[in-house]
T-cell receptor
């Protein structure tokens, strides 16, 4: 069955430092890939998604992610962290065989140190 | 603006009670989902529906049922609430074809915090 693994349940970086949140999927056929952000006491918002085309995807708030088929990865990055980036981030996939289904990873809580 | 509205943000129920969680979306979306969110486990799919009166089990359907009598409304039912169902429940919707198409995305409600005592 399709699964998503997020390495690190909690990541802490200094303000201005690089943010790297890791996501790997398990599937012989690459799925469609997403990153979502959840601020405290809110639902989830889409940051970015990869379906086809360019493997480097730019999203909102300065985030981007690169699809690497050889590594079955879709890591999320941001060059310079801001205090407002503190939130929980979820990687998600939609199998090509079931476009209506979305499977989420366990989430990574991002903390920003002043 | 697309809205997914969950009628109850915070509920406290007793063990054995029947619990209804209601979700309404205003964008004529075909697909609707119920997830539960627990620390360290992320979002786990309970049930989803791709049309009126249609439903499919997700990864953790045990102890839950759903109802979709109208396109805009998707209800989650706990027939007999138990303490291990204390969680945050998220409703979501997407157009037909899901979130993969350009311009489509999955829209989430604000969540319903359920405590079973």
């Amino acid at each position: 069955a399709q699964s998503v693994t997020q390495l690190g349940s909690h990541v802490s970086v200094s303000e201005g430092a690089l943010v790297l949140l890791r996501c790997n999927y398990s599937s012989s056929v690459p799925p469609y890939l997403f990153w979502y952000v959840q601020y405290p006491n809110q639902g989830l918002q889409l940051l970015l998604k990869y379906t086809t085309g360019a493997t480097l995807v730019k999203g909102i708030n300065g985030f981007e992610a690169e699809f690497k088929k050889s590594e079955t990865s879709f890591h999320l990055t941001k060059p310079s962290a801001h205090m407002s980036d503190a939130a929980e981030y979820f990687c998600a996939v939609t199998p090509q065989s079931s476009a209506s289904k979305i499977i989420f990873g366990s989430g990574t809580r991002l903390s920003i140190r002043p | 603006d697309v809205k997914v509205t969950q009628s109850s943000r915070y509920l406290v129920k007793r063990t054995g009670e029947k619990v209804f969680l209601e979700c309404v979306q205003d964008m004529d979306h075909e697909n609707m989902f119920w997830y539960r969110q627990d620390p360290g486990l992320g979002l786990r799919l309970i049930y989803f529906s791709y049309d009126v009166k249609m439903k499919e089990k997700g990864d953790i359907p045990e102890g839950y049922s759903v109802s979709r009598e109208k396109k805009e409304r998707f209800s989650l039912i706990l027939e007999s609430a138990s303490t291990n169902q204390t969680s945050m429940y998220l409703c979501a919707s997407t157009p037909r074809g899901g979130a993969i198409f350009s311009g489509n995305t999955i829209y989430f409600g604000e969540g319903s915090w359920l405590t079973v005592v």
